[in-house]
């Protein structure tokens, strides 16, 4: 779907990273990957606007450039997680997490992706977001911009993984678990994340 922000994602994909990496390792090495990322205006202030897309694949490649692969997933994971807290705190309604709380599982998976899904674009640039509903659900990224022109053993977009786990706890079930089963930088066609509970 085309919007008028094509290319560009919310600043949560940059900012959280920020705050995973500061809680880590300390505010040095917060500032040494965002001057690897060439992304050092942001050190003086956060972005508060949609951001380029390319900043985000920048940003994650020195991520891994910097810690390895391994620590850089985890500080991804836990950036996506944060991520994950924003929106339940300041974007998705009350009423609304209160509903599907409630609901059975599977009925608020399938309202959950129709959000996350019309929200897409926010996180996904020019990527494209699909999902399956059926259990166990599956989310997949074509062409994601956390692992553009990677390659690596391992998948690499954790931060999606965390995000999607942070809101399919709190609104769906409390023992899901989310796990990138396909990624793109492994070869894959498209990055599969799968959620079970």
Not at 120 to 140: E, I, N, Q, R
Not at 176 to 192: M, W
């Amino acid at each position: 779907m085309k919007h008028e922000n094509h290319g560009r994602v919310g600043p949560n994909a940059i900012i959280r990273v920020a705050e995973a990496l500061e809680a880590a390792q300390g505010p040095e090495a917060v500032s040494e990957l965002f001057r690897r990322a060439g992304l050092e205006r942001y050190l003086d202030a956060m972005p508060t606007e949609m951001v380029d897309e390319g900043e985000v694949t920048r940003l994650q490649a020195a991520l891994r450039d910097l810690l390895g692969i391994p620590s850089a997933r985890a500080i991804a994971r836990d950036a996506g997680m944060r991520t994950g807290d924003y929106l339940l705190a300041v974007r998705i309604p009350r009423p609304a997490q209160a509903i599907l709380s409630i609901l059975p599982p599977r009925l608020a998976t399938r309202t959950l992706l129709k959000a996350i899904g019309g929200n897409a674009w926010t996180f996904v640039g020019t990527g494209v977001f699909s999902a399956d509903p059926s259990y166990p659900p599956k989310l997949t990224v074509s062409d994601s911009l956390l692992c553009r022109g990677a390659t690596a053993s391992e998948p690499l977009c954790d931060f999606y993984a965390g995000t999607f786990e942070r809101l399919f706890r709190r609104l769906v079930h409390p023992k899901a678990q989310v796990t990138e089963i396909a990624c793109h930088a492994v070869g894959a066609p498209d990055c599969v994340f799968e959620i079970r509970w």
